[in-house]
Each structure stands twice: as C-alpha cells, then as structure tokens.
C-alpha cells in the first residue's frame, strides 16, 4: 500500500502562487506514475497535471503554461507549482499514483486526503 499526504494548500489572492507537495510513503515505487486532480464544489473531479513512469508531464488546458509538475524521487515527493493562479482555480487539489505503474484515474489507485486551494479576486 502507498499512503500519500498533500500539503501547501491556502489562500492566495489572484495572480499570486502557490506551491503543493505530496510526501508519499509505504510501498512507494520512484518510476510511478503520478498525477494532481482538482475537484470544486458541485464539479467533477478533473486531472490537473500528470507525470509519467518516464518523467514527462502533460496539463489540462486549462492549467498549462500556468501550472508545473515536477517529483523528487529521492525524497519520494511530489509537486505542484502553480503560478499566475485564477478564482476559478479555487478546488481541493488531491495527489495520486496508480497501481504497478499505472496512472491513476478517478476511482483507481492510492489517492491523498486532499488540500484545499482558495484563489480571491
């Protein structure tokens, strides 16, 4: 099993930063794949920015050139760094990594308590 803690979350106003961390421990593997969801209140959850086995990051649209996912597997840590941050960014930002490898989806794999971001006008 792999238990996964976020943290970082706050309040930011409008056009500020912020920077989330996820400290994962158990059976963690450091070539997982790994991934940020977002879900705000009366939304459906939607990924936010994933990174494969190999390293490479992809983003929704609606975060890109915005957000930055990045993960120290020395520290078993993931992150994301979140700039340029919008109301409408305002969610409780959960980590996740799948099972053997695998991506994590809504409803599979080892997934955090969550964090919650609030982004003001």
């Known amino acids: 099993q792999v238990q996964l803690v976020e943290s970082g979350g706050g309040s930011v106003q409008a056009g500020g930063s912020l920077r989330l961390s996820c400290s994962a421990s158990?059976?963690?593997?450091?070539?997982?794949?790994m991934a940020w969801f977002r879900q705000a209140p009366g939304k459906e959850r939607e990924r936010v920015a994933v990174i494969d086995s190999a390293g490479s990051p992809n983003y929704a649209d609606s975060v890109k050139g915005r957000f930055t996912i990045s993960k120290d597997n020395a520290k078993n840590t993931l992150y994301l760094q979140m700039n340029s941050l919008k109301p409408d960014d305002t969610a409780v930002y959960y980590c996740a990594t799948g099972y053997s490898g695998l991506c994590p989806r809504v409803g599979s794999g080892f997934w955090g308590q969550g964090t919650q971001v609030t982004v003001s006008s």
């Open positions: 158990g059976n963690t593997y450091s070539r997982s794949c």
